[in-house]
């Protein structure tokens, strides 16, 4: 009883799978009620009711043969899904190296440009970060106006050395809070945060006067 319980159970969920096309569920079912009818038919021949020969076990082995049909099947298939994945992945990854490798050069050219353009011009244009640091680009004219070189150099000490102590409270104050805004509040706030005017002492006319 408890065995064709359980076969009743799967013959519900199998007819289930059929309803809602799921792959191989028919061929399931179909081996499903070949090996009930091989058990029912030699459980007749013990109680006398059929005659011999029993054939479970040919049904059993039929059985089993298209469970593994069924496995070999599955799995093939999830096998192909597998390389399909992986060439899209593939795909992706070299769409994607394609982009890195674009942006880079934009991003190369660009820099090239904007070098190109502060070679030639006589104003001192240099980039800072948060903390101050001075990095790529800088104008060429920037090393004649500080006298030196000035990658790596600390911008607050050397445009606004000449401030006291509350005075550069104040500008590192102002200088996070353009940090922190958009690219149009900075337009708007910088003049008024900003000093206008910076001071620096001649390096040359301090080295003639020694």
Known sequence: MVLFGYLLLLIFFVTRGIIKKTPNALTFFYSILLGTFGITYDILIGLTILNPPEIAHLTGLIFIFIQGHIVASNFGKDFQKVEQLSFELEKVNSNLEDLIHEAKEDLRNSLNESRGMLTSIDKAIFCVDQKGKIFQ???KYSKEIFGKDILGLNSF?????????????????????????????????SQE??????????LRKKKEGH
């Open 137 to 139: 680009p800088i104008s």
């Open 157 to 189: 000490n050397l445009l606004f050395f000449n401030f006291k102590d509350e005075e550069k409270k104040s500008f590192l104050a102002s200088w996070k809070i353009l940090f922190g805004c958009t690219e149009s509040e900075f337009l708007f706030n």
């Open 193 to 202: 945060l900003l000093p206008q005017k910076v001071l620096h002492p001649d």
